[in-house]
């Protein structure tokens, strides 16, 4: 009996730490405001910062109630083989700018090595958590440890270019170059046709999300006129 209420109350410990558990300050270790970098990396903000950064729509979730946090936080990889000619930035954004167009509060962090110690710094929010990376570093044998806690590994391929066989192996959603610019020049008004938008609408359904034409438009539309990054 006493092994069964101890038992009890382990569980009901872990429920509550669902939501009392998660610390997700407005400045905090990791965040930086694209100069002087965050505490956890000692750098300065450059092409390849490993902070925090929320945009000015993502930011609003401190100030408002209009992000929720989610009951299941997702942890979602973005990868490609090198970053290059393979809309691998269009996936990491699509996938960060649906979680904010659903109004899911989320976090989203370029790293160049994936490891536990990364992911345990970045998971304490209680938001969905997007990574993007590329090819995979750390050995096998640390890669075997990992890949239980991916929620979502979203790989960008492109024909004629090799790919990142790594993630390849436990990839939930391969993103296809041809499938995203795929446009019927004749049938220009046809939604069902535009590349960019049937993409959109896999992804959304990929991640558990509910949005309508009206929302993956917006979303499109923000992907369109993003800066281009340099690097990463």
């Known amino acids: ?23 997700d ?13 965050c505490e956890v990396t000692g750098m300065a903000c450059h092409s390849e910062c490993e902070c925090r950064h929320l945009d000015t729509v993502e930011q609003r979730r401190f100030s408002t109630n209009e992000f ?22 269009w996936a990491f954004n699509a996938v960060r700018l649906l979680f904010r167009q659903a109004k899911e509060a989320c976090d989203s962090y370029w790293l160049r090595q994936v490891t536990k110690e990364k992911l345990d710094q970045r998971v304490k929010t209680g938001t969905h958590v997007v990574v993007k990376t590329h090819e995979w570093h750390g050995g096998m044998e640390a890669f075997e440890k990992l890949k239980h806690r991916f929620t979502h590994v979203i790989l960008s391929v492109r024909e ?36 960019a938008l049937t993409v959109l609408k896999d992804l959304s359904e990929h991640l558990g999300l509910s ?13 369109m006129t993003l800066q281009i990054p340099q690097s990463g």
């Open 68 to 89: 929720r946090y989610p009951s299941s936080p997702a942890l979602v990889i973005t990868a490609s083989r090198d970053g290059k000619r393979c809309a691998s930035t």
């Open 211 to 223: 949005l309508t034409q009206r929302d993956l438009k917006e979303v499109d539309y923000e992907l």
């Open 25 to 37: 300050p407005s400045n905090g270790r990791l965040d930086c405001d694209g100069r002087s970098g």
């Open 1 to 23: 009996m006493a092994f069964l209420v101890f038992c009890g109350f382990l569980y009901l410990a872990a429920v509550n730490c669902e939501s009392s558990c998660w610390q």
């Open 160 to 195: 004629g270019f090799p790919r990142e066989e790594t993630w390849m192996s436990v990839a939930s959603h391969v993103l296809h170059f041809e499938k995203l610019v795929a446009f019927d020049t004749l049938h220009p008004d046809d939604e069902s046709k535009i590349g």
